[in-house]
């Protein structure tokens, strides 16, 4: 009786132990899971926060260079529009000016072809005079 009695608290005793052992191997297990888990999740967070910091990169670049070339085109466009002003603006300019030194040409030749025939008109009624007035000289 004595021997059960031992042997069965021997058998509860090895259980007790066997179930403590356990809870401790089921704790230490769960710590390991939750700890691997952590460390899991916070690689997965610094891998996403490095991969949207360089997508926000390389958007940023792409955004700056898509506006340095549209900056650029743009005042390219500036450039060649203000230049091709400049170039009519200049050819009205000169086409205008040729006009008016053509009308002033024509205006002084006019005005000198007039003067000439005046003159000419007044040399020869001069001379008629002249003339006239040595025939009257010459018959007196």
Known sequence: KQYYKANRESILDAKKQHHEANRESILDAKKQYYEANRESILDAKKQYHEAN???RLDAMKQYHEANRESRLNATKQYHEANR???LNAMKQYYKANR???LDAKKQY???NKDSKLNAMKQQNEANRDS???AMKQHHS
Do not use: C, P, Y
């Open 109 to 111: 030749h006019e005005a």
């Open 131 to 133: 003339r006239l007035n």
């Open 53 to 55: 910091r360089e997508s």
């Open 84 to 86: 091709e002003s400049r």
């Open 99 to 101: 006009e008016s030194i």
